[in-house]
C-alpha cells in the first residue's frame, strides 16, 4: 500500500532521478585520441597515458567483430616515449588500491581435542 503511494505521490520517481543524477556526476567522459585512427573518443576512464585507447571502430576490428559505419579514417598516431620518460614515470599498478593483503592469522589448534574427534569419526580404527 505505501509503495502505491509512493509512486502516486511521485516519491519514487524524485530517487530515481535523484540515483540517475549521481551515477552522472560520477561517470565522467574523457576525450582522447583513438590510438590506432587518431579520431577522437570518448571513455568512462582517466586514460594514463600508457595503455592504448581506441575508438568504437577500431575496438571493434582488434577484437574481430565487425565495426560500424559511421566514421572517418584519420592518420595512425604511434606512441614512443624516450627512455629517459620512462625511466621517471612511476610503474602502474594493475592490483587496485590493495597492494599487499594482510597476512592470515593462524588458529591455535588442540591436538588432543582434534586427535579424540578423528578417532571418533573413523571409529578407532588401531
Known sequence: MESKIAKWSG???AEKTEKKKE???????????????????EVNFKPDGERPIYCKN??????????????????????????DEATKKTPTSFRGERTREKPKKQVEVNLEDLRKT?????????
Do not use: F, M
Open 58 to 83: 577500431c575496438l571493434a576490428k582488434r577484437s574481430g567483430k565487425k565495426p560500424a559505419q559511421n566514421g572517418a579514417r584519420g592518420p595512425r598516431r604511434e606512441r614512443s616515449i624516450s627512455l
Open 118 to 126: 578423528l578417532k571418533e569419526a573413523l571409529g578407532d580404527e588401531k
Open 23 to 41: 551515477r552522472e556526476e560520477t561517470t565522467r567522459a574523457y576525450r582522447e585520441h583513438c590510438w590506432q585512427c587518431g579520431k577522437i573518443t
Open 11 to 13: 516519491v519514487i520517481e
